[in-house]
């Protein structure tokens, strides 16, 4: 069984003391691959490092987070842009809106992510989007920006059944995470009607820690937990779901 983590923060520091280990238990999971979105310029050199030590295993994206989102985000931008011209990157991101922790910068946001769209259709990169308590904020820029050529994830999916709709019609997938294995987290209704081939799988690591490890650090060799669920849910065998989202994956970000 091969899988894919499709949005790692494997470079984060809480992996700094045992990251060796974490990739060998990860590859020992079934991994193939992991894909490392950036936060702002504080993780670029993390986030290279990693794919230096990892080569074709850890693959880095390229964008800013919205929570790091601030009056300067001009700055922020300016250095990712550079980056995009520089080198190749598996997509941009992570973009998105957040209105979880603040609100108070939704219009610089809302900015940073349409700038952020722009550069996706121009470099033809997939957009991973952080959404988090912001899907219609989120949805109606990507919809705007949609013409036929801009493709993505709505990572770390949640929403409703008639969102998730809305996802599919704009072409896109939607990750799924450790949120699958929370008693109360919906997926159990939202998943049963929504094809595998809608769907991408994720750790979201160090964070969102499936169970039995919720409130723990997160790590990519938990990816069987959290595809394990999704294959319950939609009664299907594991393989299956960890063949299909694994292609999508694959296709998604032209591996």
Known sequence: MELIDSHAHIYAPEFKP???AVIRKAQEAGLIQILMPNVDHT????????????PGFCLPMMGLHPCSVKKDFQKELYLVEDWLH?????AIGET????YWDK?????????LTIQLEWAKKFKLPVVLHTRDSFEETYKLVAAAQDGTLTGVFHCFSGTPEQAQRVMDLKFYMGIGGVSTFKNGGLDSLLPPISLEHLLLETDCPYLAPVP???????????PLIAQPVADIKQLPVEEVATVTTRNTRNLFNL
Not at 104 to 112: C, F, P, S, V
């Open 18 to 20: 045992d990251k060796a």
């Open 86 to 90: 520089k080198r190749s990157f598996t």
């Open 104 to 112: 108070t910068y939704l219009e610089q946001q809302k900015e940073a």
């Open 96 to 99: 998105g809106i957040d209105l």
């Open 43 to 54: 993780s670029v050199d993390g986030l290279l490092q990693t794919e230096t030590d990892y």
């Open 213 to 223: 490890y919720r409130g723990k650090r997160n790590e990519p060799a938990y990816l």
